[in-house]
């Protein structure tokens, strides 16, 4: 039932689908665009989108631009972020985004496959003039990858704008494109059709009828064209085709029940209705809320009434009827239940999302609508967008209300910080107050040594590297002659011979082992440089710290009052979109049902009268063969 | 009973031809209208979200003791990564279990923000643990240790994961 689902839904585009084709650079230089990428990859597209938007932005407004990383990847994030845009499905978004590269100054490739996209989400969206003025105004060099791509869009957008001759020249050039395998075929036979060239459209058809494939898209797209020219021969009265034809649809595919049907009354409308059975019993014993089955249900009795088994075929008019009663009120009760909301409460239902094979778990859900009866709608393009739309509706307002949780977080973190730091604060730079000023002092004067030490360069000056011992010396021993020649008497021979003897021997020190000293003086400098360092470090270290103390809880008071606003308003917005994208879904949904339900309706009395009809018959028959004993 | 016969195959027909347009009873502009306004609230919500994660990243983050903790896989690497879990100076800070879907987005060049914290600047221990199985099938795990040196401004750190390997990268 899944695979039924899905090729449904991919085989509405008659094409392979094609969204999100972002790669990942070889050589890596920004890893956060790589995290944005890590995002894109699993589908996760409001991250992705956030993300990139952040990095951008930064970007942009960054004075040397071409000294941040992601300058290395600017081409092909600016892409990416069309491509992830056009995957959220924010058409407009990506339109714009597209439109920047086409016009910004790139590549003739880049810029044409540029143009591509362009022209794919114009079309997509149900916009083909846009499409065909887009795809037109691709030209010259065009990026080997896509040139089947392109051709087979620009042959669509050719067919969407009712110009089938020119999209029936481009399509038969694809006839060897092997990713379109079926699809240029089937789109070439209907365009045929379409430009009234009846037998050759039917000859392509046919054509892609009779593919040799293992894919399981082409095998789709196989059946559907068989089911196509069936139907048609089947309406225009060529009975024996109709049934070659239909006969080759495969009979576990998603249009064999259609294809039994239409394959059992190409037999009845020739009266062969032995035949008609075979097709139309194998149908009988399938899901019976396909409508196919449940009009293989009349087929039946109808052709066992043809063949005068009259009182078979009144019972199994009966049985039918008994069906249709139980689907009817199953159809009743399924109504009632997306009346009251089950449906959409199912739909967003987080292990659903989980399971690939959702819609058939869906309906074993409680109280949810019977979903075989909406299959063909859920894989209709309207409902799969009004579902995505809705979903992501779903996930946003789940986004904005953990928002506002973080933006209560984020308010009692920075009164929690306030609330420490404010009173450790001021005794903190009173300290660092009186630390800077040391601070400055010393540092003026280790300056001042340096400017002496580079003047002694020039003009060496020996007794500015005298020792403190020696200076001490050089003192007292000035002392002593000052005490002595202060009584005015002669200072004894002996004793002054004494002083400049230890005069000497301070000056010949001094001068003798000034070079030495000089180096050692510049070798101590240079160590006080190393501690100067590491002094200025922590000061650096800590005017930041101290900054970053009052940045931790200062300034955000206006921030987190506008967000806080602004999700306020995001939410009212986007709780009254789901409930108009909702009441979309349900309205889509309960017509679908109410539509079956009177189809069965319908056959209900048409069930009634026949079976009423062929008990009379019977019962006749019978009385006759008793009086005929 | 013919004429329902009939009325029965060309209502087939027609949905065989064309999908039935089941959104037909809601007017195409009212689709339009409602689908672009779903776009416009997406766009505001992604502006919101751009706001926040900056906000978040000053608040909780400030770029002098930031550290920001990559995984990548080496491209062409058979592994299956099962789970990474990273020490941050003997602290564990980060145990992620991967899905598939997560390992597919690795393998395609994708990279995971494992862990975003706050460090002193200086020399920190990193050690990276990974649990996963080998092309073989066979269970591994591996760690290794690294020295990592935060400076003033945000520290970026990038793991490589191969099956014989586990590298830093210093960005």
Request: glycine share 6%; with cysteine.
């Amino acid at each position: 039932m899944y695979r039924l689902f899905v090729l449904l839904t991919i085989l509405i585009f008659a094409a392979p689908s094609a969204a999100g084709d972002t790669f990942a650079p070889k050589d890596l230089k920004d890893l956060y665009f790589g995290e944005t990428l890590y995002y894109a990859f699993q589908g996760d597209w409001f991250d992705a989108i956030a993300r990139l938007d952040t990095e951008l932005t930064q970007h942009h407004g960054l004075d040397e631009p071409e000294r941040d990383t992601l300058y290395y990847h600017i081409g092909h994030a600016e892409f990416a972020v069309g491509d992830f845009e056009l995957a959220y499905r924010m058409h407009q978004r990506a339109g714009r985004a597209i439109t920047a590269v086409i016009e910004g100054n790139v590549e003739e490739p880049v810029r044409n496959e540029a143009i591509f996209r362009l022209a794919r989400i114009y079309f997509q969206k149900d916009q083909p003039v846009n499409a065909l003025y887009a795809v037109e105004r691709i030209s010259g060099v065009v990026p080997p990858n896509i040139l089947d791509d392109l051709a087979f869009l620009r042959a669509q957008i050719l067919m969407a704008n009712g110009r089938f001759a020119e999209a029936v020249r481009i399509l038969r050039d694809l006839q060897d494109a092997e990713s379109l395998e079926g699809f240029s075929t089937y789109n070439l036979g209907i365009a045929l059709l379409k430009d009234g060239k009846e037998l050759e459209g039917r000859q392509y058809l046919d054509s892609t009828g009779r593919i040799n494939s293992n894919d399981a898209l082409t095998l789709a797209i196989k059946d559907k064209s068989n089911l196509v020219l069936g139907f048609k021969l089947l309406k225009e009265n060529k009975f024996e085709g109709a049934k070659l034809v239909l006969d080759r649809v495969r009979l576990k595919g998603p249009f064999s029940n259609r294809a039994l049907l239409g394959s059992g009354w190409a037999d009845a409308f020739q009266g062969r209705f032995e035949r008609a059975l075979v097709p139309w019993s194998t149908l009988m014993t399938r899901e019976v809320t396909n409508a196919s089955v449940q009009e293989a249900m009349l087929a039946v009795p109808y052709a066992y009434g043809k063949l005068n088994v009259q009182s078979r075929a009144a019972v199994m008019y009966g049985s039918a009827l008994e069906k249709f009663d139980a689907e009817v009120d199953k159809l009743g009760a399924s109504i009632k239940s997306i009346r009251e909301g089950h449906f959409l409460r199912a739909l967003v239902r987080e292990e659903l999302k989980q399971d690939a094979n959702w819609v058939v778990k869906l309906r074993k859900l409680p109280q949810t609508p019977e979903t075989y009866y909406l299959l063909e709608l859920m894989a209709s393009h309207d409902f799969q967008e009004f579902l995505k739309n809705y979903l992501d509706l779903e996930q946003l307002r789940k986004k904005l209300e953990a928002w506002e949780g973080d933006l209560d977080a984020f308010k009692e973190i920075i009164e929690q910080r306030r609330a420490y730091f404010q009173p450790l604060l001021p005794a903190i730079d009173r300290e660092f107050r009186r630390l800077d000023s040391q601070m400055r002092l010393r540092l003026e004067q280790r300056d001042r040594i340096e400017q002496r030490l580079k003047s002694m360069l020039v003009a060496p000056r020996p007794d500015y590297l005298a020792t403190s011992n020696e200076r001490i010396s050089s003192e007292q021993i000035a002392l002593l002659e000052q005490k002595l020649s202060t009584g005015g008497t002669a200072v004894p021979s002996g004793i002054e011979a004494r002083i400049k003897r230890l005069r000497g021997v301070l000056h010949w020190h001094i001068y003798t082992e000034y070079d030495q000293r000089f180096t050692e003086a510049h070798e101590h400098l240079l160590e006080l440089n190393k501690e100067v360092d590491r002094l200025k470090r922590q000061y650096t270290a800590f005017v930041r710290t101290r900054q970053a103390a009052t940045q931790s809880y200062e300034g955000y008071d206006d921030i987190i009052r506008r967000q806080r606003f602004l999700i306020r308003q995001a939410r009212e917005k986007v709780g009254e979109l789901m409930a108009r994208q909702g009441h979309m879904l349900e309205t889509m949904a309960v017509n679908v049902l109410t539509t079956r339900r009177e189809r069965l309706a319908e056959f209900q009395i048409k069930a009634r009268f026949a079976m009423a009809d062929n008990y009379d018959r019977a019962t006749r028959t019978q009385t006759q063969e008793k009086m005929g004993r | 009973m013919f004429c329902w016969l009939r009325g029965v195959i060309l209502g087939i027909s027609v949905l065989v031809l064309s999908f039935a347009a089941y959104a037909q009873e809601i007017p195409r502009e009212q689709i339009k209208g409602l689908d672009e306004q779903v776009q416009e609230i997406k766009s505001d919500v992604l502006g919101i979200a751009a706001e926040l994660n900056q906000l978040e990243e000053k608040l909780l983050y400030p770029s002098n003791t930031q550290i920001a903790v990559f995984v990548s896989l080496v491209s062409g690497e058979t592994f299956r990564l099962d789970s990474v879990e990273i020490y941050l100076d003997g602290k564990p800070v980060a145990h992620y279990i991967y899905t598939f879907k997560e390992f597919e987005a690795l393998q395609k060049g994708g990279v995971q923000r494992i862990y975003t914290g706050n460090i002193r600047a200086g020399d920190h221990d990193l050690q990276v643990s990974v649990i996963g199985k080998s092309g073989e099938g066979a269970d591994f795990r591996k760690t290794e240790r690294f020295k990592v040196n935060k400076d003033v401004g945000p520290k970026i750190v990038e793991i490589s994961l191969a099956a014989q390997s586990i590298t830093l990268k210093d960005r």
